[in-house]
């Protein structure tokens, strides 16, 4: 017996320690792999096939400068949300941090359309979407005010990350065209309306602009005064996520047919390989991932909404919980009216709602964070060279892609 506690123990111990050293990068990773990753990806494969994979490492080295800055916030203990506050005029900056909180939950809305739409195809009995988006925010709601999510979001994303880590597995088993997925990693840009808004879709959900803010908040949290720390967290969520999203993205490359995509569609592959049972478990995994990221997205505007107010917050207070616990409300609302007054469906909200989030919220912040890494931080030269050409792919990314955005989202609406 005692040995059986010593070996209960020493695996307990194991566990408290990696999510001491890579829950942060669990949380991150769990944000980034929502509903809108798992369509933009699958969605991108089927009808670009791999022309654009580059776009995954972009985001890798994006994310890595963005994190690292970030990082250096959390060590100094100066939130992000308080330089944007401090460095714009009068109430600009507090209005631009409150309305930058409003468009975070334009994520939520997605994924909460998706997690009913996911509900109302699991459940017999249910088919009704609406039903489905009141129960999975009315359980999000729950447990913000009772204080468990966190507890439980490293259950949801590991098991998140090994259903879509089995797309690797398929791989396996697939005639991968090798020099097609090669010359995919080439970046290329097009005219094709398409085409641009795919690439500021792919970089507004794998470049999760909010992740920024809560890291920069995290400091007394987490408690580290190192900043390797954080950048060894940081690498390890970011790698995990984006070598995942290359295996949906090239399994939906070979097995799916070009077209709009559908609440199954990711799942296909799986199903046909495993068989149809495998479709339920992807669209379980659907549903905790869009759970997961919807509520744990809003944890930015946690931070971001009373530190724009002047209050001291951390995680999990009661001013971080109402500000959630309100999104989350908003959120369910506007997904209920969308679905019945617009054009979209859950499957196009997962797609577009990142995208708008790339094209404004992520260069804004890209530049708050230079901002202040520069104020608070010691940085060299060679450093804000390789902030400042982050902010360039951005800017110009935004500028390229914006009309095109605008032209697929009158078409959906």
Do not use: C
């Given at each position: ?11 307990q ?43 995954l490492?972009l ?8 994190h ?19 460095y ?7 209005a631009?941090?409150?309305?930058m909180?409003?468009?975070s ?16 195809w ?18 999000g ?37 090798i020099?097609d997925?090669?010359?995919?990693l ?42 390797n720390s ?19 993205m ?15 569609g ?5 199903a ?30 946690g ?27 908003l ?14 469906t ?14 404004i ?35 110009v ?15 959906w609406?």
């Open positions: 017996m005692a040995s059986e506690t010593y070996e209960v123990g020493g695996v111990a194991t566990v408290a320690d990696l999510l001491e050293t890579y829950g942060l990068g669990v949380l991150f990773a769990a944000n980034v792999f929502g509903a809108g990753s798992v369509y933009i990806l699958a969605d991108t494969g089927a009808n670009f096939a791999f022309a654009l994979l580059w776009v490492p985001a890798f080295l994006i994310d890595i400068a963005l690292d800055m970030s990082a250096r916030l959390a060590v100094s203990r100066e939130p992000l949300t308080d330089y944007i506050v401090d714009l005029p009068g109430v600009s900056g507090r631009l941090i409150v309305a909180a409003a468009m939950a334009l994520w939520s809305i997605s994924n909460y359309a998706i997690a009913g739409a996911a509900l109302a699991l459940v017999p009995g249910l088919d009704n979407v609406l039903i489905g988006i009141l129960l999975a925010s009315g359980v709601v729950a447990l913000v005010q009772l204080r468990v999510y966190e507890r439980i979001e490293g259950a949801i994303a590991a098991m998140v990350i090994a259903v879509f880590a089995s797309y690797g597995l398929l791989l396996v088993g697939l005639d991968i065209p020099g997925v090669a010359a995919g080439v970046p290329a840009l097009t005219s094709d309306i398409g085409y641009l808004t795919a690439v500021i879709a792919l970089l507004g959900t794998t470049v999760y602009w909010p992740n920024f803010f809560i890291q920069s908040s995290m400091g007394p949290t987490k408690e580290w005064t190192d900043v954080y950048r060894r967290d940081n690498a390890a969520g970011i790698m995990t996520t984006l070598t995942i999203g290359a295996f949906v090239i399994v939906s490359a070979v097995t799916l047919t070009e077209g709009a995509m559908t609440l199954t990711p799942g296909e592959p799986l046909e390989s495993l068989g149809q049972g495998a479709l339920y478990v992807f669209l379980i995994a659907a549903l905790l991932a869009s759970f997961s990221s919807a509520t744990g997205t809003l944890f930015g505007a931070y971001m909404v009373p530190q724009a107010l002047g209050h001291h917050t951390v995680f999990g207070d009661a001013r971080f919980r109402a500000t959630v616990v309100g999104l989350i409300v959120s369910a609302l506007a997904a209920f009216w969308l679905l019945a007054n617009t054009g979209l859950p499957v196009r909200m997962a797609i577009i709602m990142p995208a708008i989030n790339g094209l919220a992520l260069p804004v912040t890209v530049l708050g964070l230079i901002g202040a890494v520069n104020r608070y931080g010691d940085v060299s030269r060679k450093e804000n060279v390789a902030f400042a050409l982050v902010a360039l792919v951005l800017l990314g935004s500028a390229l892609t914006a009309e095109s955005l605008a032209t697929t989202l009158a078409g609406l």
